[in-house]
């Protein structure tokens, strides 16, 4: 390969002409746009406690009523990428969200799509285009691109949630944006997706209609996914992984068009070695406890601590019981390096 010239072999007087003209020349930057074999990667794999971060949104619950914030959020930002650039990975925006008892935030929509999985808690809702949604932990809930949403916490003590959005993406397409509202007229079925949508396999009749809905189900109780891992266990060989993904129950496609959703089970002991690919993500723990070896770097993990995994990184993660499963959720921007075109497996 040949030696590429550098901006310092050119003129001054030329270099300055160029600049003074909007124009760059690409020799010298070729190789930092295009590396050979493996893109550059800024993100840092790494890990973020909630031992840590809990004491941290309690103070902020102290210290900022949410009339002050609106949404009471600490971002969960990746040191490689820059902290003012909130993102865990380059397309992925992570934030632990606090609401005490008889807190609103308010009604509002987006251009960005979020979801948003319970951490710790009971009695918060969310209600998406009308429909009241309880959170229970572990429960994921999608507030997708454009769709009126707001929180409520009718129980007793913290409720905190982890929220998801595809907002790196949506913010470097210069195409970021929210509207305020007024609260939403509840409708009178609360949570009503959920008879609509009992079992995979099953779909009201009327869906099969040419028209489909887009979003037909925001809510994924965490009790039928954790149960729905444990079935799967039992007839998943040792060496491959206990994973399911959410989806649209309608399509069986992804639920959102830029992130990707999945949940993982590890058996007592088990370490698992997901192939290499060209998607980032972050993994949240839910429950169980072990080790995580990601590009190298080695990470303890515990209950309710979340992970970054750079895109093309190598990732083993070991459940350190040798009794109890672990439980991780997933969060990947797969869905859209597919739409685009460029999304790799290194099998
Ligand atoms: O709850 O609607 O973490 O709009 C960032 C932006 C949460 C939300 C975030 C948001 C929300």
């Given at each position: 390969?040949?030696?590429?010239?550098?901006l310092?072999?050119l003129?001054?007087?030329?270099?300055?002409?160029l600049?003074?003209?909007?124009?760059v020349p690409l020799w010298p930057n070729?190789?930092?746009?295009?590396?050979?074999?493996?893109?550059?990667?800024?993100?840092?794999?790494?890990?973020?406690?909630?031992?840590?971060?809990?004491?941290?949104?309690?103070?902020?619950?102290?210290?900022?009523?949410?009339?002050?914030?609106?949404?009471?959020?600490?971002?969960?930002?990746?040191?490689?990428?820059?902290?003012?650039?909130?993102?865990?990975?380059?397309?992925?925006?992570?934030?632990?969200?606090?609401?005490?008892?008889?807190?609103?935030?308010?009604?509002?929509?987006?251009?960005?799509?979020?979801?948003?999985?319970?951490?710790?808690?009971?009695?918060?809702?969310?209600?998406?285009?009308?429909?009241?949604?309880?959170?229970?932990?572990?429960?994921?809930?999608?507030?997708?691109?454009?769709?009126?949403?707001?929180?409520?916490?009718?129980?007793?003590?913290?409720?905190?949630?982890?929220?998801?959005?595809?907002?790196?993406?949506?913010?470097?397409?210069?195409?970021?944006?929210?509207?305020?509202?007024?609260?939403?007229?509840?409708?009178?079925?609360?949570?009503?997706?959920?008879?609509?949508?009992?079992?995979?396999?099953?779909?009201?009749?009327?869906?099969?209609?040419?028209?489909?809905?887009?979003?037909?189900?925001?809510?994924?109780?965490?009790?039928?996914?954790?149960?729905?891992?444990?079935?799967?266990?039992?007839?998943?060989?040792?060496?491959?992984?206990?994973?399911?993904?959410?989806?649209?129950?309608?399509?069986?496609?992804?639920?959102?068009?830029?992130?990707?959703?999945?949940?993982?089970?590890?058996?007592?002991?088990?370490?698992?070695?997901?192939?290499?690919?060209?998607?980032?993500?972050?993994?949240?723990?839910?429950?169980?406890?072990?080790?995580?070896?990601?590009?190298?770097?080695?990470?303890?993990?515990?209950?309710?601590?979340?992970?970054?995994?750079?895109?093309?990184?190598?990732?083993?993660?070991?459940?350190?019981?040798?009794?109890?499963?672990?439980?991780?959720?997933?969060?990947?921007?797969?869905?859209?390096?597919?739409?685009?075109?460029?999304?790799?497996?290194?099998?």
């Open positions: 390969m040949a030696q590429l010239g550098t310092e072999e003129p001054l007087e030329y270099r300055n002409g600049t003074s003209q909007n124009l070729l190789r930092a746009a295009l590396p050979y074999n493996i893109p550059a990667r800024r993100t840092k794999p790494m890990v973020w406690r909630y031992a840590q971060i809990r004491p941290e949104l309690l103070k902020a619950g102290e210290l900022t009523p949410i009339e002050k914030a609106e949404r009471r959020v600490l971002v969960l930002a990746n040191p490689g990428l820059g902290l003012e650039n909130m993102q865990a990975t380059p397309s992925i925006y992570i934030g632990m969200q606090l609401i005490l008892p008889r807190e609103t935030a308010p009604n509002h929509k987006h251009s960005p799509s979020a979801v948003r999985f319970v951490v710790e808690g009971e009695g918060g809702f969310t209600v998406v285009e009308g429909e009241k949604m309880p959170m229970e932990k572990g429960d994921l809930i999608l507030t997708p691109s454009g769709l009126w949403h707001e929180h409520g916490h009718e129980g007793s003590g913290p409720v905190v949630w982890l929220d998801a959005l595809d907002l790196p993406m949506v913010y470097a397409l210069e195409a970021s944006y929210c509207i305020d509202g007024e609260p939403q007229k509840i409708r009178n079925q609360p949570d009503s997706s959920q008879n609509r949508y009992r079992r995979a396999g099953l779909v009201p009749y009327a869906s099969l209609r040419a028209q489909r809905p887009k979003y037909p189900l925001c809510r994924f109780p965490w009790k039928d996914t954790r149960a729905a891992l444990h079935d799967l266990s039992t007839v998943t060989d040792s060496g491959d992984i206990v994973q399911l993904a959410y989806v649209n129950p309608e399509t069986g496609g992804e639920c959102l068009p830029i992130l990707g959703f999945s949940a993982i089970m590890l058996r007592p002991g088990e370490t698992i070695r997901p192939v290499r690919r060209s998607a980032s993500a972050v993994l949240h723990v839910v429950e169980g406890e072990g080790q995580a070896n990601i590009d190298g770097v080695e990470l303890d993990w515990g209950g309710q601590d979340t992970m970054a995994v750079p895109t093309h990184a190598k990732v083993e993660i070991t459940n350190k019981s040798s009794s109890k499963p672990a439980f991780l959720f997933q969060v990947d921007d797969a869905p859209m390096q597919k739409k685009l075109g460029f999304f790799e497996e290194f099998g």
